[in-house]
């Protein structure tokens, strides 16, 4: 499995490995204060210790009135940054190299922190669960003021010693909504085609850079759907020509409000899910490092997608929530322990509330 354990640079920064940790939003690990517990420190330590490359911390909020939740992490204050400097030392510590995820929920943001829910234009819908939402459409100036949060944020986090950040353009959050044509029907330099659509991201990207010098990783997770393949290529490439540094490929808004998915046609001989396939889609049509990620459960499994030339980076996720050793057992070709997708970590995100499987040998592919 030499191609999943081989270094790889980006900017200034080599990766021991491919192995990428992706954020995954941590339930009962942050108090209301957007502040990181010891818990959650810990986790983080855990998976570094246990030989992943490199590690994006989980969604944290710019500011209060975005989050998806009162105790969703935060990067609004300089009281948070403490934490986060914890999380680096410890990364840094193994060989880890860490960034963390930026965020805004845009119109999903929670009733519980706020009555005034924002996205690119008036938005009235429903979610995939049948949820109604409704937002109110942002005005320029503030637009303006969010890119700045953005900014902000990322400065926090070099402070902290972080390596960079990831903005979260997928999932239907803020920046999905303003690449989404299904919410974002502005009629200025916000809206209308696909390049203006991009522009908020486009020009945080720009700004970031700006302020934080060319010795800092900027990336940036988008739907391989939005809303169908052939944008989301275009998508990456302008975000590619703003300098983004590394693509994480997921999904889109079609994955949190109501409308039909359209699933992409995975050719016989490609294992693994449509999320998996157009990211590899994507990565054709790019030169900067893409991330794919979804169902990958097994070091055989990563390392093939590397060795073919469909990804440059694997994201792991809940199998590493179930063994925090994966990369390292990998690595010796040792057994790791198979998640059972129970998904007893969807709703608690407790790493002592998986079962820890002890089902028979999981076959991976070669």
């Known amino acids: 499995m030499g191609h999943l354990y081989s270094e790889i640079s980006v900017r ?21 204060d957007g502040l990181l517990s010891l818990k959650n420190i810990e986790r983080y330590r855990d998976r570094a210790r246990g030989g992943v490359g490199l590690i994006i911390i989980e969604a944290t909020c710019i500011n209060q009135s975005g989050r ?14 403490k934490g986060f400097s914890r999380i680096a030392a410890y990364c840094h510590e193994y060989g880890t190299r860490v960034l963390v995820q930026l965020h805004h929920a845009g119109l999903a943001a929670a009733k519980e922190v706020t009555e005034d829910p924002i996205a690119p234009s008036d938005f009235q819908g429903s979610t995939r669960t049948n949820q109604l939402i409704k937002a109110r459409a942002l005005s ?13 944020a990322a400065m926090r986090a070099k402070k902290a010693g972080l ?20 919410v974002n029907r502005r009629e200025d330099v916000y809206g209308g085609n696909l390049i203006q659509r991009t522009r908020f991201a486009t ?8 302020a934080a010098g060319p010795d800092f990783i ?13 944008s989301s290529i275009q998508i990456a490439q302008e975000l590619e020509k703003a300098g983004v540094d590394i693509l994480h490929i997921s999904a889109g808004i079609t994955h949190f409000i109501a409308g039909e998915i359209v699933e992409a046609k995975v050719p016989l001989h490609f294992h693994y899910n449509s999320i998996v396939y157009r990211g ?20 055989l499994d990563a390392d093939y997608l590397v060795k073919n030339n469909y990804a440059d980076f694997v994201a792991v996720g809940r199998s590493l929530l179930v063994d925090a050793e994966w990369v390292n057992k990998g690595q010796k070709y040792l057994q790791v322990t198979p998640c059972l997708r129970c998904k007893t970590c969807r ?20």
Not at 280 to 299: A, F, H, N, Y
């Open 347 to 366: 709703y608690h995100n407790h790493d002592s509330k998986c079962p820890q499987s002890q089902s028979k040998r999981y076959v991976a592919r070669n």
């Open 68 to 81: 998806l939740s009162p105790t969703q992490l935060g990067l609004w204050s300089d009281n948070q940054i």
């Open 163 to 182: 390596d960079g950040v990831e903005l979260h353009g997928a999932h239907g959050y803020l920046i999905s909504q303003f690449f989404s044509p299904l």
């Open 12 to 32: 200034n920064f080599k990766i021991k490995n491919r192995v990428v940790m992706p954020p995954m939003l941590c339930s009962g690990f942050t108090a209301e």
């Open 280 to 299: 590899s889609q994507i990565k054709e049509k790019v030169k900067v490092p893409v991330i794919v990620v979804g169902g990958i459960k097994t070091p």
């Open 140 to 152: 320029l100036s503030e637009i303006t003021t969010l890119q700045n949060e953005y900014v902000a």
């Open 203 to 210: 020009e945080i990207i720009t700004k970031i850079r700006q």
């Open 218 to 230: 900027i990336s940036c997770r988008i739907g391989c759907d939005e809303p169908d393949i052939e």
